[in-house]
């Protein structure tokens, strides 16, 4: 009987594979006595195969890296870094030459304050004591009074009061405002060297050793010192004077700020060459500070 025949499980339909498991089965998801999948347990397959077929070093899981570990990892630089033989050699100075302006940051600069700035010349050129080099000096400041002729952005705020040049160097004073010095002063030492190099009849050619200095002025004692230095600074270097002479190749004479009546060589200008016009001190300590504070200055002092 059919019914019976079910219920003993000896039906040859209950061995086919269609029939041997429920509606929705598959043998891959039977279960054995352990609860893990078939094929899930060791012992189903062989050491060291995956059910996939992949080897175990294919099939195991990534490793997890600390982050400790990479951040303490040494970074490989490929350049920079403390080593030796690093960073901009020294230059070796010949006899008699002075070390270079240090390359740092200059400090902000105070429009109230005028600024003495020194440029200083490369070994081996002429001296600048020459009546050439003076006219061509007053001919550039008289160039940069002209505004009509190729104005520059700094004629307005910046201005040389007081020159003095010497046989390797040039002493100036200046005043600027609304952060024009540096301009200024740049275009200064450009011009005279473009000058310079058209006067000796070279194409091109470095003429300053190193970078300006500058020093600042903030008192009326700084400003007579750097006033007295800036005059009488052939007396440093071996003039010798008598009575009220003051420096020919400076602008001493247009200086209101003498205790005398001083006198000196004069160069008028080439025929065709505008003078340069007299210049009115800007800044309180230049016009009227330092003399309100100390003595004029005198045509026999010596500079510190």
Do not use: C
Request: charged content about 20%; glycine content about 10%.
């Amino acid at each position: 009987m059919r019914g019976g025949a079910r219920a003993g499980g000896a039906h040859p339909a209950a061995a086919s594979p269609a029939n041997a498991h429920p509606a929705g089965a598959h043998p891959a998801n039977a279960r054995p006595a352990g609860g893990s999948p078939a094929g899930g347990s060791p012992a189903a397959h062989p050491a060291g195969a995956h059910p996939g077929g992949a080897s175990r070093d294919a099939w195991r899981r990534p490793e997890q890296l600390e982050l400790a570990g990479i951040a303490d990892a040494p970074v490989k630089r490929p350049w920079g870094g403390a080593r030796r033989g690093a960073g901009r050699k020294k230059k070796r100075l010949a006899p008699g030459e002075r070390p270079p302006i240090a390359h740092v940051r200059r400090p902000p600069h105070k429009d109230g304050n005028p600024v003495h700035v020194t440029f200083r010349a490369r070994p081996g050129l002429p001296s600048f004591r020459s009546e050439r080099v003076h006219r061509m000096l007053t001919s550039i400041l008289s160039r940069q009074q002209r505004e009509s002729e190729r104005p520059r952005a700094y004629s307005e705020d910046f201005q040389v009061v007081h020159f003095s040049i010497q046989s390797n160097h040039l002493h100036v004073m200046v005043e600027a405002r609304n952060g024009t010095l540096r301009a200024g002063v740049s275009g200064l030492a450009i011009a005279f060297a473009k000058q310079l190099n058209k006067l000796l009849r070279r194409a091109t050619g470095k003429v300053w050793a190193h970078r300006y200095h500058a020093h600042e002025l903030a008192t009326p004692r700084e400003v007579r010192n750097a006033l007295a230095y800036i005059f009488h600074n052939w007396k440093k270097h071996g003039a010798i004077t008598f009575g009220a002479i003051v420096d020919k190749h400076s602008s001493a004479l247009r200086f209101d700020g003498w205790a005398e009546e001083v006198v000196t060589v004069y160069f008028p200008p080439r025929a065709g060459q505008p003078p340069w016009r007299p210049v009115s001190p800007r800044t309180w300590l230049l016009r009227i500070g330092w003399s309100r504070h100390h003595a004029r200055l005198l045509a026999s002092e010596r500079p510190a």
